[in-house]
Structure formats: structure tokens, C-alpha cells
């Protein structure tokens, strides 16, 4: 490939990113904030593995942002929540061999291990249900907690004292000890709990997960335990003193202390064994009790779990394989267009009703008009669809052999189906756009919706319904609208509570819930603005390097801002122009100062390890690392609390040296930084290698 067929292959790919980017999180914030989702399981992994794919193609495009960095939703306002002592990840996936024997040489190149060492690894069935976190003090179930965000979680203590077999007492155990598993609800206990509901004309569950979230996350503990839940753990957070040295024998010693532990957990030390564990529990899969998705492979060696660390979602040490998703044939009736809250127009298709593994399903996301043509899809087309969860399907392929003869070609619009705007593409764009801006009715409440949704500032009691008809009322147009809602309504001759489907109680907390939210974290604030590109993981890293909303906005309108933010690791180009053009609108300015005038911004605090010497420093890290991989060595150097920079400045603390040290070593030098050496560095941070 030559010069130029280089570049327009990169430059290609960096719009796929985008595109797929912005479209998962469009999705993330369907299923995760509105409980609405539009596409499958099956068709959200396909996004993402198109995108890890195009990621590690081009590693230099890859960014901190990710949307395959997300961790579940934020937690209900109906429970307490609960700070998780260490995040509770999510897992990256695999869907076929060529997939985990890349996990392994991943593991074997991150560890420098040799190409033909084995890595003994545990397997295990991955449960379709509800995870969970349960922490014991002096043998004494304290607290237990839903996965959340990932951070933070609902309190649902009393809720698992309810499930049957689960321990609030131990002995022998150790002082401290924080275990994680998942709650499920067996398949006869599923069929049971719908008759009962059918016989009472009460709605049914539409699968066994639906149950056993909807159970668990009751707040009458009473409702739990009649519900007949079920649990495994398969995991840990905290143990004061070690029960083991691998992942299988810690697993066998909290079954030991009387958790429920999956019996069909073994370990295995090749590919092979790997393939010959999925494929048989593929086939035992309709006969199992339980609901599973695929297969969990963890690196059993603890020792080698806490070198490999985790990316932003998951940890490196493990993956889940998943089952193939199960396929139906229907037709498509018609392509609608919907308009996201960037103008991003995304067209789907409304399909005659079908069965696919007892959901009926209506609609189908197609992307954009690129992947249209790619399937050559049209109106009328007889197509296979498929999905893994009970949300829409994904398109597989057309039966062409079907089409009809009035079969109708897809035609891109040129307008807004919204508010008639011109819809555009750009060269280096696969998505079209509505150029209405904050003028198009569809993109200023998609904004609504994303500033109020839970990983935003989580205003309960705001759903889309709720948005759409205050927006179009006129009773909030404008996030800042949100904040001078209930002095209004206090004057209106319509008051809120006597509305339709409202009344005093949510009234009153819809309101409560609005003052909750004017308290609100940097991270959180940053994200909930709608910026392109500034996914969670954005915001975060923005939020770490600044700390304070002063400080963020001061930098952002300074002359040096695009060359601060590019010295931030994982910030690249796209998310500085992004960022600019927010700041050079003087509408997002003006929004921004009203919004702190209603906001208490609370500063970024980064998680630190405790007595960690470099707990707040900026280290750059340059040249050939002998004794450990330079992944590793950011990974580690942010697990103590540090920030890991991509270029040397004034404000970085550390550069760390290795073997043919380039121009960074020239720059902290000519800068004054203090430089060390790799040796240095490991005995800086207590690690025995150096």
C-alpha cells in the first residue's frame, strides 16, 4: 500500500470510529438512561467489535472516550446508593476463536511472555441476570449493592438478606471480605412467577433477567423473597487477608464459607480446551436451569490479574465469549428517520411484527446509508434478522431471491424530517446531520434528555415523555429552564401536580429531585453539556487533569488550550476541536455562565492509593522500559493515583527515562523537569522489580 492509499485508509477509518462512536453512545444512552432501547444485544456487540477492530487497526486513532469503555447506569434515586470500594467492570467480548486466541496473545504481549507459554485460565457460564456486590465485616453481611454505574450502586442490603441460601453470617471468614456474583431467577421459578401474574392480570416478564432485576430491586424486601431469586458469586473486591493464590481456588474457598458457587467453574491451559468448554456448554445450554450468554474466561493467576489491570470498562485479564444470537425472518415494511441530539440522522426500519425467542419485535436500527447499501437493503426486502437480548433485532442479510418487483431503493433524505433544515454530509463523515442546530426541535430535546439523564445530572421523574411534552409546552426549552421550574409552576394557573398522570407526591419530587441535582461533579457537569466527542471517559479525564470548573473553563478559553489539552494522554485532536468550537459559540458560553449561577460544580477528588508517593503527580513515561511494559507501567502509575501524561510540560513532575530516550527526555531537561530512570522509578513506587 503506498503513500497516499495509507492515508485515505486511516482517514476512512477515523470516520468509522466516529460514526460507530457516536452511535453507540447514542445507544448507551437509550438502554442505560431511558430505558428504551432500539437495537439488540446482538446488534450493540456488533457495533462494538467493529469498533475495537477498526481500534486496534489503527491504535493511534484509539481514544480515552471509547463508548466500549462504559460500565452499566447510573443507580435509582429510590435507593440509598452506595460507593463501590473498587469498580465493578463490565467484560469485554469475544464471539468467535480468532477472537480469544487474541485475548491470550494480548495477555502473553502485555506480559512479555513467551508465545508458547500457557496461561491457565478459568472458565465458567456467564449468567444472564443481575450483579451484585455484598461486603462482610467480622463475618457479618454490613452492605449490599447493585453494579450502578460501575462506581456507584443501589443499596439493596435487605433485598439479598431475603434471597434464600444467601449468608449474612460467616465463620471463619476473613475481617473484611466484599464478594460479587450475579442474581438470577431459575426457569421454572420464571414460569412459575408469570403464571401467578397472568392468573392475576397483572403485565409478565418478558424473560427470566427482566424477573430477577425487577425483584431484587424491590423496595419491600417482603416482594423478594416470595419472588424465589437465585445466586452465584464468582468473585471479589476486598479480602483483608488472601484465601488463595489463583482465581479457581479463592472461588473454591468462598464456596468453602458457604456461598453458592457455580459447579460447572474449571480450568483449562489451551485454546483447545477453551473451544471444547464453550462448544459443550453451548450444547448443555437449553437444559441448564438457568439462562446463560455465552462463557467467562478469567487468567487464573491472581498475581498476573493485578499486572494486567483494566483498560476503562474491563478488566485485562478476562473476557466473555458469547452465544450466537438467535435469528428470525420478516420483512421490511418501511425507513424511518430519526434525528439524535448532534443532528445525526439515523435511519430504521419498521418490520412486520415478529417472534424471536418470545419478544416481539418491530424495528431495527440501519445505521446510517452507507450499511444500507453494503446489505443492499431495500423497502419491501425479505430479510433474516437476529437478537440476544429482548430488545430490537440487528439485520443480518436480505433475501434477495425474495425482493419484490415494487421493491423501493433507500433515498437519503436532503432534509430534517424534523424541522426541514438541510441534512448534509461531510466528506469525512459516514452520518448525515441536520444543520438546524438548537433550532431543530428533535436536537434541542435530545439535549434535554441527555442533560437530565443518570450519568448526566440524574433528575429523576424526567423521562422522554415527560421532556417532550414540557418542551413542547414551552416550560423548558433551555437546561436552565430545569432550575426555575418550580417557581414558576408555583405561579401558573396550570400547576404541575394536576397534570395528568401526576399529582402532589411526584410533583414534590420531581422538584426535590431538581434541587438534588444542583449539586453536581465536575465529570458529571462536563458530560452533561452534550459536547461531541466528550463521552463519560472524556469527561473524566477533563475533570482529573483541570479539577474545578474554574479552571476547566479558563483553559478552554485560553490561547494555549488546544496544545494543554493534546498533552493530556488520550485526548487527541478531535476532541480539541470539539471543544473549541463548543467555546467559540458565544450560545454554549452564555448557556455555561447561567448554568453556575443555579450550579454548585463540586471539584474533581481522584481516587488515590493510600501512602502512594506519586498520589496526584504527572508523569511522562519515554523510550524502551526493560523491566516493564510501558502499557503496564501507565496502567500501574494510575492505579497509585498518578496522571500519566503524553508530553512533557511544566507542570509534569516525573519523567521516567528508559533505553533511547528521545526528544521528551530533551524537552524535560531543557524545562527542568526531574528526570529518573526506570530502576528509579520502580523503587520510587515500592515495586520489587527494580
Same mark, same amino acid.
Given at each position: 500500500?503506498?503513500?497516499?492509499?495509507?492515508?485515505?485508509?486511516?482517514?476512512?477509518?477515523?470516520?468509522?470510529?466516529?460514526?460507530?462512536?457516536?452511535?453507540?453512545?447514542?445507544?448507551?444512552?437509550?438502554?442505560?438512561?431511558?430505558?428504551?432501547?432500539?437495537?439488540?444485544?446482538?446488534?450493540?456487540?456488533?457495533?462494538?467489535?467493529?469498533?475495537?477492530?477498526?481500534?486496534?487497526?489503527?491504535?493511534?486513532?484509539?481514544?480515552?472516550?471509547?463508548?466500549?469503555?462504559?460500565?452499566?447506569?447510573?443507580?435509582?434515586?429510590?435507593?440509598?446508593?452506595?460507593?463501590?470500594?473498587?469498580?465493578?467492570?463490565?467484560?469485554?467480548?469475544?464471539?468467535?476463536?480468532?477472537?480469544?486466541?487474541?485475548?491470550?496473545?494480548?495477555?502473553?504481549?502485555?506480559?512479555?511472555?513467551?508465545?508458547?507459554?500457557?496461561?491457565?485460565?478459568?472458565?465458567?457460564?456467564?449468567?444472564?441476570?443481575?450483579?451484585?456486590?455484598?461486603?462482610?465485616?467480622?463475618?457479618?453481611?454490613?452492605?449490599?449493592?447493585?453494579?450502578?454505574?460501575?462506581?456507584?450502586?443501589?443499596?439493596?442490603?435487605?433485598?439479598?438478606?431475603?434471597?434464600?441460601?444467601?449468608?449474612?453470617?460467616?465463620?471463619?471468614?476473613?475481617?473484611?471480605?466484599?464478594?460479587?456474583?450475579?442474581?438470577?431467577?431459575?426457569?421454572?421459578?420464571?414460569?412459575?412467577?408469570?403464571?401467578?401474574?397472568?392468573?392475576?392480570?397483572?403485565?409478565?416478564?418478558?424473560?427470566?433477567?427482566?424477573?430477577?432485576?425487577?425483584?431484587?430491586?424491590?423496595?419491600?424486601?417482603?416482594?423478594?423473597?416470595?419472588?424465589?431469586?437465585?445466586?452465584?458469586?464468582?468473585?471479589?473486591?476486598?479480602?483483608?487477608?488472601?484465601?488463595?493464590?489463583?482465581?479457581?481456588?479463592?472461588?473454591?474457598?468462598?464456596?468453602?464459607?458457604?456461598?453458592?458457587?457455580?459447579?460447572?467453574?474449571?480450568?483449562?491451559?489451551?485454546?483447545?480446551?477453551?473451544?471444547?468448554?464453550?462448544?459443550?456448554?453451548?450444547?448443555?445450554?437449553?437444559?441448564?436451569?438457568?439462562?446463560?450468554?455465552?462463557?467467562?474466561?478469567?487468567?487464573?493467576?491472581?498475581?498476573?490479574?493485578?499486572?494486567?489491570?483494566?483498560?476503562?470498562?474491563?478488566?485485562?485479564?478476562?473476557?466473555?465469549?458469547?452465544?450466537?444470537?438467535?435469528?428470525?425472518?420478516?420483512?421490511?415494511?418501511?425507513?424511518?428517520?430519526?434525528?439524535?441530539?448532534?443532528?445525526?440522522?439515523?435511519?430504521?426500519?419498521?418490520?412486520?411484527?415478529?417472534?424471536?425467542?418470545?419478544?416481539?419485535?418491530?424495528?431495527?436500527?440501519?445505521?446510517?446509508?452507507?450499511?444500507?447499501?453494503?446489505?443492499?437493503?431495500?423497502?419491501?426486502?425479505?430479510?433474516?434478522?437476529?437478537?440476544?437480548?429482548?430488545?430490537?433485532?440487528?439485520?443480518?442479510?436480505?433475501?434477495?431471491?425474495?425482493?419484490?418487483?415494487?421493491?423501493?431503493?433507500?433515498?437519503?433524505?436532503?432534509?430534517?424530517?424534523?424541522?426541514?433544515?438541510?441534512?448534509?454530509?461531510?466528506?469525512?463523515?459516514?452520518?448525515?446531520?441536520?444543520?438546524?442546530?438548537?433550532?431543530?426541535?428533535?436536537?434541542?430535546?435530545?439535549?434535554?434528555?441527555?442533560?437530565?439523564?443518570?450519568?448526566? #445530572?440524574?433528575?429523576?421523574? =424526567? !423521562?422522554?415523555?415527560? @421532556? %417532550?411534552?414540557?418542551?413542547?409546552?414551552?416550560?423548558?426549552? +433551555? *437546561? /436552565?429552564?430545569?432550575?426555575?421550574?418550580?417557581?414558576?409552576?408555583?405561579?401558573?394557573?396550570?400547576?404541575?401536580?394536576?397534570?395528568?398522570?401526576?399529582?402532589?407526591?411526584?410533583?414534590?419530587?420531581?422538584?426535590?429531585?431538581?434541587?438534588?441535582?444542583?449539586?453536581?461533579?465536575?465529570?458529571?457537569?462536563?458530560?452533561?453539556?452534550?459536547?461531541?466527542?466528550?463521552?463519560?471517559?472524556?469527561?473524566?479525564?477533563?475533570?482529573?487533569?483541570?479539577?474545578?470548573?474554574?479552571?476547566?473553563?479558563?483553559?478552554?478559553?485560553?490561547?494555549?488550550?488546544?496544545?494543554?489539552?493534546?498533552?493530556?494522554?488520550?485526548?487527541?485532536?478531535?476532541?480539541?476541536?470539539?471543544?473549541?468550537?463548543?467555546?467559540?459559540?458565544?450560545?454554549?458560553?452564555? #448557556?455555561?455562565?447561567?448554568? =453556575? !449561577?443555579?450550579?454548585? @460544580? %463540586?471539584?474533581?477528588?481522584?481516587?488515590?492509593?493510600?501512602? +502512594? *508517593? /506519586?498520589?496526584?503527580?504527572?508523569?511522562?513515561?519515554?523510550?524502551?522500559?526493560?523491566?516493564?511494559?510501558?502499557?503496564?507501567?501507565?496502567?500501574?502509575?494510575?492505579?497509585?493515583?498518578?496522571?500519566?501524561?503524553?508530553?512533557?510540560?511544566?507542570?509534569?513532575?516525573?519523567?521516567?527515562?528508559?533505553?533511547?530516550?528521545?526528544?521528551?527526555?530533551?524537552?524535560?531537561?531543557?524545562?527542568?523537569?526531574?528526570?529518573?530512570?526506570?530502576?528509579?522509578?520502580?523503587?520510587?513506587?515500592?515495586?520489587?522489580?527494580?
Amino acid at each position: 500500500m503506498n503513500a497516499a492509499s495509507d492515508l485515505f485508509a486511516r482517514e476512512n477509518a477515523a470516520q468509522e470510529i466516529a460514526a460507530l462512536s457516536d452511535s453507540i453512545r447514542a445507544h448507551d444512552m437509550r438502554y442505560y438512561q431511558h430505558n428504551a432501547p432500539t437495537i439488540s444485544d446482538a446488534e450493540y456487540d456488533a457495533l462494538r467489535a467493529r469498533l475495537e477492530l477498526l481500534e486496534k487497526e489503527y491504535p493511534e486513532l484509539v481514544k480515552v472516550d471509547s463508548p466500549t469503555q462504559r460500565v452499566g447506569a447510573a443507580p435509582s434515586e429510590a435507593f440509598s446508593k452506595v460507593r463501590h470500594s473498587k469498580p465493578m467492570l463490565s467484560l469485554a467480548n469475544a464471539f468467535a476463536r480468532e477472537d480469544v486466541a487474541e485475548f491470550l496473545a494480548r495477555i502473553r504481549r502485555f506480559l512479555e511472555l513467551e508465545e508458547s507459554a500457557d496461561i491457565t485460565l478459568v472458565c465458567e457460564p456467564k449468567i444472564d441476570g443481575l450483579s451484585f456486590s455484598a461486603r462482610y465485616e467480622k463475618g457479618l453481611l454490613k452492605q449490599a449493592a447493585t453494579r450502578g454505574d460501575g462506581e456507584v450502586g443501589e443499596d439493596i442490603t435487605a433485598n439479598m438478606r431475603a434471597i434464600e441460601g444467601f449468608p449474612t453470617q460467616l465463620s471463619d471468614a476473613p475481617e473484611v471480605l466484599e464478594v460479587r456474583g450475579e442474581v438470577y431467577m431459575c426457569k421454572h421459578d420464571f414460569a412459575a412467577l408469570n403464571a401467578t401474574r397472568a392468573e392475576a392480570g397483572d403485565p409478565l416478564f418478558a424473560n427470566p433477567r427482566n424477573a430477577a432485576a425487577g425483584s431484587l430491586r424491590q423496595l419491600d424486601p417482603s416482594v423478594t423473597a416470595r419472588r424465589k431469586l437465585s445466586y452465584f458469586v464468582y468473585a471479589w473486591a476486598e479480602l483483608s487477608a488472601p484465601l488463595a493464590a489463583t482465581q479457581y481456588e479463592t472461588v473454591v474457598a468462598l464456596g468453602g464459607l458457604g456461598f453458592h458457587v457455580n459447579p460447572r467453574m474449571q480450568r483449562v491451559s489451551t485454546l483447545d480446551a477453551l473451544m471444547h468448554y464453550y462448544e459443550q456448554l453451548g450444547e448443555q445450554r437449553a437444559g441448564l436451569g438457568y439462562d446463560i450468554d455465552g462463557v467467562v474466561y478469567k487468567v487464573d493467576r491472581l498475581d498476573w490479574q493485578v499486572r494486567l489491570g483494566q483498560v476503562a470498562r474491563a478488566p485485562r485479564w478476562a473476557i466473555a465469549h458469547k452465544f450466537p444470537a438467535e435469528q428470525a425472518i420478516t420483512v421490511i415494511e418501511a425507513i424511518d428517520i430519526q434525528v439524535g441530539r448532534t443532528g445525526a440522522l439515523t435511519p430504521v426500519a419498521r418490520l412486520l411484527p415478529v417472534n424471536v425467542g418470545g419478544v416481539m419485535v418491530s424495528n431495527a436500527t440501519l445505521h446510517n446509508e452507507d450499511e444500507i447499501a453494503r446489505k443492499d437493503i431495500q423497502i419491501g426486502d425479505t430479510v433474516v434478522i437476529q437478537r440476544a437480548g429482548d430488545v430490537i433485532p440487528q439485520v443480518v442479510e436480505v433475501r434477495l431471491a425474495q425482493r419484490p418487483a415494487d421493491a423501493m431503493p433507500y433515498m437519503a433524505p436532503v432534509h430534517c424530517p424534523v424541522c426541514g433544515a438541510h441534512a448534509v454530509r461531510e466528506a469525512d463523515e459516514v452520518v448525515r446531520r441536520c444543520t438546524g442546530g438548537l433550532t431543530c426541535e428533535a436536537q434541542a430535546v435530545e439535549r434535554l434528555k441527555h442533560f437530565v439523564s443518570r450519568d448526566a #445530572l440524574d433528575i429523576d421523574g =424526567l !423521562g422522554d415523555k415527560v @421532556i %417532550e411534552a414540557f418542551y413542547r409546552e414551552g416550560m423548558v426549552t +433551555s *437546561p /436552565v429552564d430545569l432550575f426555575t421550574l418550580e417557581s414558576r409552576d408555583s405561579q401558573s394557573l396550570t400547576r404541575i401536580k394536576n397534570r395528568d398522570g401526576w399529582g402532589e407526591k411526584s410533583a414534590t419530587n420531581l422538584f426535590a429531585s431538581i434541587e438534588k441535582a444542583r449539586n453536581v461533579g465536575l465529570a458529571r457537569f462536563i458530560y452533561a453539556l452534550g459536547i461531541r466527542h466528550i463521552g463519560e471517559g472524556t469527561a473524566k479525564l477533563l475533570a482529573k487533569q483541570f479539577t474545578t470548573v474554574e479552571a476547566w473553563q479558563a483553559a478552554m478559553q485560553a490561547d494555549t488550550m488546544r496544545e494543554e489539552l493534546l498533552q493530556i494522554d488520550g485526548i487527541g485532536a478531535k476532541v480539541a476541536d470539539a471543544l473549541a468550537e463548543f467555546f467559540s459559540e458565544p450560545h454554549n458560553t452564555q #448557556l455555561l455562565a447561567q448554568l =453556575l !449561577g443555579y450550579l454548585n @460544580i %463540586e471539584p474533581y477528588a481522584p481516587p488515590t492509593a493510600s501512602n +502512594s *508517593p /506519586v498520589a496526584g503527580k504527572t508523569v511522562v513515561f519515554t523510550g524502551t522500559l526493560e523491566k516493564i511494559g510501558r502499557k503496564e507501567a501507565k496502567t500501574q502509575a494510575e492505579s497509585l493515583g498518578a496522571k500519566v501524561a503524553s508530553a512533557v510540560s511544566k507542570k509534569t513532575d516525573y519523567v521516567i527515562a528508559g533505553s533511547d530516550a528521545g526528544s521528551k527526555l530533551k524537552a524535560a531537561t531543557e524545562l527542568g523537569v526531574t528526570v529518573i530512570s526506570e530502576q528509579e522509578w520502580l523503587a520510587l513506587i515500592g515495586d520489587t522489580r527494580g
